[in-house]
């Protein structure tokens, strides 16, 4: 960046100097806090990401009429800020033998940090689990699970689900089909 303290300039050009001095430092404010509001390039490359990942700088620098280099630092700090998470592959989960999906919802039997926190971290580790929620209402979790059948779903929820300690109330509710499916959020 630019120092433009070190130059001598007239007066007359002073302020000007000193507001162009507080821009940057604005801009570089807003690049390093997780307060960075994406501008609308940003949007159009985060759009672009969530269609195809796999896309390259070139093409999405060209889809938004700005120049490679820029374009991978937006890219790279929007990384760094944690608003692009990660890249992965969306698998078709029929083809992968999950085609059973089904909605968890699960109310604890006691109410307290021990126990939500020992029930957070056991459904972690559970493979079959592919989102978890904590909720309101009267669940206090709702879980998506992926299972290749029945059969398969009810070993899971017999030998691995109910045994973890602190489950007061189950409510399974399958999947027959599913209309829309996306994480596209933008």
Do not use: W
Not at 68 to 94: C, F, N, Q, S
């Amino acid at each position: 960046m630019l120092n433009l303290e070190q130059i001598n300039y007239s007066t007359p050009y002073k302020r000007t100097i000193e507001l162009i001095t507080e821009y940057q430092s604005l801009k570089t404010e807003q690049m390093t806090t997780d307060h960075y509001i994406p501008d609308e390039k940003d949007l159009s490359i985060l759009r672009l990401l969530q269609k195809d990942a796999k896309m390259s700088v070139r093409d999405i620098s060209a889809r938004i009429n700005l120049s490679p280099t820029p374009t991978h630092e937006r890219i790279k700090r929007m990384e760094k800020l944690g608003i692009i998470k990660e890249y992965t592959a969306v698998l078709d989960r029929k083809k992968v033998n999950k085609g059973m999906m089904v909605i968890c919802m699960i109310a604890l039997n006691v109410h307290n940090k021990k126990t939500a926190g020992k029930f957070i971290e056991e459904v972690g580790k559970l493979k079959e689990v592919v989102e978890f929620y904590n909720i309101s209402g009267d669940f206090d979790f709702m879980l998506k699970i992926l299972a290749p059948n029945m059969d398969d779903f009810h070993e899971f929820f017999v030998n691995k689900l109910s045994e973890i300690e602190g489950i007061g109330q189950t409510k399974s509710i399958f999947v027959m089909n599913s209309i829309k499916e996306s994480s596209q959020i933008l």
